[in-house]
C-alpha cells in the first residue's frame, strides 16, 4: 500500500492546447514549482515533466493542471515507481 509519504516518480505528460493558445498554455504550465515544459518546435504541444515529493503533492498538481482554460487535453505518458532495494 502506498503512503504519502511514499516518493513519487517523475512523470510525463503530453499537454495538447485549445487551437491557437499554445503560448498562452507554454506560461501558465511554467507557473508551476513542480513543471518543466519543452515546447515542441513542429505541433501544437508541450511536453510536460512533473516531479513531485507525495502522493498528495501529485494529485494538488494534476488537480491545478487540469483546471487551465488553455489546455484541450493532458496524456500521461509515462510514470512509473522503481522500488528501492
Keep these: 500500500m ?3 509519504k511514499t516518493t513519487m ?15 498562452v ?4 504550465l511554467k507557473s ?4 518543466d515544459v519543452i515546447p515542441s518546435e513542429n505541433k501544437e504541444l508541450l511536453i510536460v515533466v512533473t516531479d513531485t ?3 498528495e ?4 498538481l494534476k488537480e491545478k493542471l487540469d483546471t487551465i482554460e488553455s489546455l484541450k487535453f ?6 512509473f ?4 532495494k
Design 53 to 55: 515529493q507525495t502522493i
Design 25 to 28: 498554455l507554454l506560461k501558465a
Design 32 to 35: 508551476f514549482n513542480n513543471c
Design 57 to 60: 503533492e501529485d494529485k494538488r
Design 2 to 4: 502506498l503512503h504519502n
Design 74 to 79: 493532458l496524456s500521461l505518458v509515462s510514470g
Design 9 to 23: 516518480p517523475i512523470k510525463s505528460y503530453l499537454a495538447h492546447p485549445i487551437k491557437g493558445k499554445k503560448e
Design 81 to 84: 515507481n522503481t522500488p528501492k
